[in-house]
């Protein structure tokens, strides 16, 4: 099937990797989200405030939209964020893989943090299960190219400070060292969503048994429950949980442990270097790890992703990951 292709990510502040898309020939930069399933962009419906510094899409121009009329959509996201709007088709092209009559959401609102944000929009590739279109819930662009590709699955390369890439179809070998761990995912939730019993903080163990893992391309840190941040950080001189910041900051001198964590059996390594995310003032730093505020979903963001080539198969489905 000739549909596998390689999209090039590029980092975008450090928070977010943003991919060009083409929808109905109209160029955008949009976050892949493996923690969502509604593919959505800035469109011409949009406040002019809030399209400040983004581009935009705009149904009228492109000869290959389709309005569903009367479909709209509601998103809202852990941080709080979130947008809705109306919902049309259109031909969207992502590296060498395109999709036509793909649900295409267009933000008639989006929330404060998405105008000062990077990202022209979205693309959800978790499962459509939790896709919020109504009153049809729609495919995500994954689930729509499944069956032009050679395998039903996509990678994610999101090396630090670096380009990276999104591959759909195949796995890209040169882009990983060693073999590839895989974990089983329940797919119950709408996520890439797989058991993490346990966490190691430099050469010590701890157990967090019946707690998860999601993979999520769309979350910038590592997020964890309470104990396992309050672990990791009793082992950094100088670290404290600050009000100010959000979140545990530490000197910036300090060298920091790694974090493995288990994914369905095997640990993944962070190595210290990548858990120090940036500096604040040039003496404190902001760390990488932070907490996911409750529940026993942990949430691995682009830190994680920074350490290791993510695998989303959905012909389990499972989750797969191996070392950069
Ligand atoms: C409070 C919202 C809860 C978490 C839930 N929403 C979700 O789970 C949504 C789909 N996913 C998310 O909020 C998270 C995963 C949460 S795991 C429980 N991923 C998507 C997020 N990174 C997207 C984003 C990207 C850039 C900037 C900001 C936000 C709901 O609608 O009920």
Redo the contacts with the bound molecule.
Sequence with gaps: KRQDGSASAAPAGGT?YLVSTSVGGESLNL?F?T???DLWVFSSSLSSASKKGHDIYTASKSPTYQALSGYTWS?????G?GASGKVGTDTVTIGGTSVTGQAVELATKVSS?FVS?A?DG?VGL?FSS?NTVQPVQQQTFFDNAQPSLNSPLFAAYLPYNADGAYDFGFIDSSKYSGSINYATVNSGNG?WEFASNSYQVGGSTFSQSGNTG?A?T??TLVLMIDDAVSNYYASVSGASNSATYGGYIFPCSTSLPSLSVDIGGNYATIPGSLLNFQSIDGTNCFGGLQSVGGGT?N?YGDVFFNAYYGIFDASVPQFGFAAL
């Design positions: 977010e976050d989200d923690g969502s399933a998103i809202t996201y852990a941080d964020s943090t944000d990202a979205l978790a939790i996520f999601i999520d769309g979350t979903q949430i």
